[in-house]
């Protein structure tokens, strides 16, 4: 089937960066939308970036300006570049992914990174 795998989560200091990466393998046709979404304890999963086949791209009005979405179409792999992190970044970050193969087209969740902001 399909597997999403994350990685790149840590523990860092605020105003510092981290790149989360995912990445997508099995039976794939192809990608719509990649998606990170994160959920701090508490608190209801929450999008946080979004970007399209074709590069487009949408970020949540707490991170615009300081995560930067990307994707290697070749790679089926979505990126998170996190910049001037700051505590309330603090959460569990989840990949997800539009994905179309021969079951048809379904969303599928990677098993999530933790991040930590904390000095």
């Known amino acids: 089937q399909v597997q999403l795998v994350e990685s790149g989560g840590g523990l860092v200091q605020p105003g510092g960066s981290l790149r989360l990466s995912c990445a997508a393998s099995?039976?794939?046709?192809?990608?719509?939308?990649m998606r990170w979404y994160r959920q701090a304890p508490g608190k209801q999963r929450e999008l946080v970036a979004a970007?399209?086949?074709?590069?487009?791209?949408n970020y949540a009005d707490s991170v615009k300006g300081r995560f930067t979405i990307s994707r290697d179409n070749a790679k089926n792999t979505v990126y998170l570049q996190m910049n001037s992190l700051k505590p309330e970044d603090t959460a569990v970050y989840y990949c997800?992914?539009?994905?179309?193969?021969?079951?048809?087209?379904?969303?599928?969740w990677g098993q999530g990174t933790q991040v930590t902001v904390s000095s």
């Open positions: 099995g039976s794939i046709f192809s990608i719509n939308y």
């Open positions: 970007v399209a086949s074709g590069g487009s791209t």
């Open positions: 997800n992914s539009e994905i179309w193969n021969h079951v048809g087209f379904k969303n599928y």
